[in-house]
């Protein structure tokens, strides 16, 4: 504690969220009572530049050197007057924030209790503020390399918006191709425009940009390193093609003897060799051998490949190599799967062959397609009369994902004008809810209304083949609860489309520690704010951007692309980055080098010295969260900013307050 | 394995042959039942919407019958409504204290009490393949069901979602053990979609249209499948199937004929054990011109019957039933 500590009190009214229950000109009097308060106020609104200008004044003119806010949540407003202090020329660090919000005037409707309350925590914080210590950031220097993990449309628009800037990224992508889901589908809603013509383009420019070096068919292995200074580890999957050879002229895929299901792409309802691009207008153009599949691996003999290669490109020694690139900062877009159909059995796909997943209808309806664009039965030629499309499958339905998936209403609606427009079929719509909530989507949802579609408001029951009657003979039959008109419905149709929705990519939550961020309780990648910072996450430097944050359509999952990069290009922009000061410090003098602490460490933030034998705090890695401080057995660590001495001193400010009501209510 | 037995009141008269059956392949598939003494009806459909207290003690009289012998873990029962309402009256009285305490109260006028939890209730069914297996019962089969299309028809009381967090044995929209008990027994197995559908419990003595159109819905959807028979797990299904079938065929002027058997009959006969020993026979739509077809080669389909449909090169591939 400084000599002569003076403690200026600003006690917040917060309009009346919090002074509409808490007594504040009372709580402010009161501490003007106590230990080292110089000052003690209330007002408005201390968030206001008026308010803020009252602490700057105090520093300045009335000698006050230590602070405290009682208002809301430090998560909204310590930045603000960590910022007042600094500018009146007072260490942030001086600073302490008593939440009378939050904590306090928002959980109680009880004027005395809560007027208590408020004078135990300003009382906390102004005993432990007097024992609070200067600190001083630490900055570090930001590489300005970026990684961008995924690349679907949302990581090919953050990774052009990052190179265009004029800096490098690697773009990483698992599949052999860049596109991601988009470049499954056909037509993209709502102006039911071409989803290649809009998409190859940006493929083109970033499978071709000098600042972008693409690894595809490649995956990131391990990441080390904080904000800034990040090492990863990429492994780039042997393709069997030797890329500075091969001129992508598709002999080989041409040739290849052996044919099997694409389960990725064509989404199970088309084929592939087992050498092979995705599509024709994959990036970059090089094939892909897939050696589960392929003759020659699996049984030695073939090397049809190999045969008909005009460059020899095929080489069936390639192994996969590891690559290690430094980077400053990392975004993850790494979008989402198809919810599984096959787990409502009773919509019987897998089991009844016109039943449709949405992503098989997109390959079905695209004219590069299995079917070259044409609408039919499973039996590849019948042209169905009439479609039932089931909205919500998976989604809003507390036996799967409680969440709305988002992009099923358009889409199914989408469906409907295409269904119409290709067969002229008659087209139900099954539904519980039409959501259509952007700019355009419901004029579309007008505009499909008037094209004649049928919508049935009910969540269906089941699909069938089991006829009841002549009417049903051969067709799929679709038993729905019509809402509307409070009957059950047998519909018999065609064809049934199940709008699946969407969900977090299987491994979601691995990748989520590789790269040390948490996932919700659905593995949605979680953002750091969701209102006020939706693309940045808790750990400094890794971005989400897309699908993989929560189910997007394509011009949500742009936008956060972009986003994203807007956030990389501004830390770039400032060359170094400032990391907060409450980190821990290990005692060198009395560490005995056990490793606890560094085995409990969440951020692997904490390095073992082998020449000293001590451990050793990185302060650009830790985030100060104490775990260390509990576990050391030799009590080596200490916290800035929560120092054994400060967290008792808050306590006892707090205890002897609320002990000083006691007594007086027993006298 | 040691297992307590509640064969219900149907397996003493109806569904005696469940009951013959049953113990026809228990010996042979290793289960030892141990026939509860003194048990009586578990109430069936209706009595617990009569009286809630009154059907509970009913129920829960058997379960202390059968906890009395302390050796015996898991109660079987072979009628489906008997093992959903022991089952469900064992859970209820775990999740309930106060019916617990009620339901013990009657029972102590008997002298008996019953904790919930002591026994775990299990179908027979659920015994047969996932405690015996179906692969230990293949390796059993010297006289595999080749050739014979069935029907698996598992009705809708043992599909029930899990009572207090025990999980339903099998899938409740879609169950598909008894597909793999057939399966293994060397049976054709006909997709049928109304697996789990109503048989119409006793509607046809409350409303003749909806029972019949109940019955007519599961017999038109197996005869479309080609199927030679049903088997079936469940003495109320195979009455409703069985013995209301010619009178639905009046009622609804059709003319199905659809053997309906217990799917312990198929074992036993798969097992080798002779057909009259299985109480085969007493069903009421004769069976025996489709288990002609067992052993010998299926005979050629008559003419005019639907041919499958061969796969068109254009054909798309049917989706992996396994997740990617």
Known sequence: MIENTRVGVYICHCGSNIAGVVDVAEVAKWAAGLPHVATSQDYKFMC????????????????????????????????????????????????????????????????????????????????????????NSLFVPIDPNVLVVGGGVTGIQAALEVANSGHKVYLVEREPSLGGHMAQFDKTFPTLDCSACILTPKMFDAGNHKNIQLLTWSEVEKVDGYIGNFTVTIRKRARYVDESKCNGCGVCQEKCPKKVVDEVFEAGLGYRKAIYTPFPQAVPKFPVLDRENCNFFQKGICKVCQKVCPTGAIDYEQPDTLMTVKVGNIILATGYDLFDARRIPQYGFGRLPNVFTSLEFERMTNAAGPTGGKVVLRDGVTQPKSVAIIHCVGSRDRNYHNYCSAICCMQSLKFAHLVGEKTGA??????????????????????????????????????????????????????????????????????????????????????????????????????????????????????????????????????QGAAAAARVLSIIGQGQIEIEAATAIVDETSCVGCKECIASCPYTAIEFLEDLQKAHVIEALCKGCGTCVGTCLSKSIRLRHFTDEQLVAEMIGAMQTMKSFETVEVQ | MKYGYFPGCSL???????????????KPLGMDFVEVEDWNCCGATEYVSLNLIASYALIARN?????????????????????????????????????????????????????AGTLRVRHLLDVMVNDIGCEAIAAKVTKPLKGLR???????????????????????????????????????????????????????????ATGFELIRRLVK?????????????????????????????????????????????????????????????????????????????APPEPEGAPKKPKRDDKSLPMPRMSAV
């Open chain 2, 63 to 115: 379960l202390a019958q059968a906890a009395k012998d302390s050796t015996i873990a898991q109660l079987v029962a072979p009628c489906s409504a008997c093992y959903l309402n022991l089952r469900k009256c064992d859970s209820y009285m775990a999740k309930s204290p106060a019916l617990a305490e009620k339901v013990n109260t009657a029972l102590a006028a008997g002298g008996l009490a019953y904790k």
């Open chain 2, 12 to 26: 003493e008269r109806n569904a005696a042959a469940y009951h013959i059956s049953s113990m026809a392949v228990a």
């Open chain 1, 426 to 559: 008659d087209v139900y719509q099954c539904y519980i809810d039409i959501r259509t909530p952007a700019k355009a989507y419901d004029e579309f949802y007008q505009r499909i209304i008037n094209e004649g579609v049928h919508f049935v408001r009910g969540k269906v029951a089941e699909v069938t083949d089991a006829a009841r009657g002549p009417e049903e003979a051969g067709k799929t039959i679709v038993q729905v609860e019509d809402t509307l008109i409070g009957k059950q419905r047998r519909i018999p149709v065609d064809m049934v489309v199940l709008s699946a929705g969407l969900q977090a990519r299987a491994d979601a939550k691995e990748v989520g520690k590789k790269f040390g961020i948490s996932c919700s309780a659905d593995a949605w990648f979680i953002e750091k704010h969701p209102k006020l910072d939706p693309v940045a996450t808790m750990t400094d430097g890794v971005f989400v951007a897309g699908a993989c944050q929560g189910p997007k359509d394509i011009p949500a999952s742009v936008a």
């Open chain 1, 48 to 135: 206001s530049s008026l308010g803020q200008e009252l602490i700057e004044k105090d520093i300045k003119e009335h000698g006050v050197n230590r602070v405290v806010v009682a208002s809301c949540s430090p998560h909204l407003h310590e930045p603000t007057f960590r910022n007042a202090c600094a500018r009146a020329g007072l260490n942030p660090y001086l600073f302490e924030m008593a939440n009378i919000r939050e904590q306090d005037s928002w959980v109680t409707a009880d004027k005395a209790e809560a007027t208590k309350k408020a004078k135990a925590l300003v009382a906390a914080a102004v005993s432990r503020v007097a024992h609070q210590e200067a600190l």
């Open chain 2, 150 to 208: 069935v029907v698996p028809y598992y009705g809708c009381m043992i599909v029930r979602p899990g009572y207090s967090g025990q999980a339903s044995f099998d899938n409740v929209e879609q169950p598909d053990t008894l597909d793999k008990l057939l399966a293994a027994l060397g049976a054709e197995v006909v997709p049928f979609s109304l697996k789990a559908a109503c048989c119409g419990g006793h509607m046809t003595q409350i409303s003749e």
């Open chain 2, 221 to 297: 959807s197996a005869t479309d499948g080609r199927a030679d028979l049903i088997a079936t797990l469940c003495p109320m299904c195979q009455l409703n199937l069985d013995a209301f079938q010619g009178p639905m065929n009046r009622f609804c002027k059709t003319d199905y004929h659809m053997p309906v058997l217990y799917f312990t009959q198929l074992v036993g006969l798969a097992l080798g054990i002779d057909a009259k020993s299985l109480g085969i026979g007493s069903e009421l739509v004769d069976a025996r011109p489709a288990l002609a077809k067992i052993g010998v080669e």
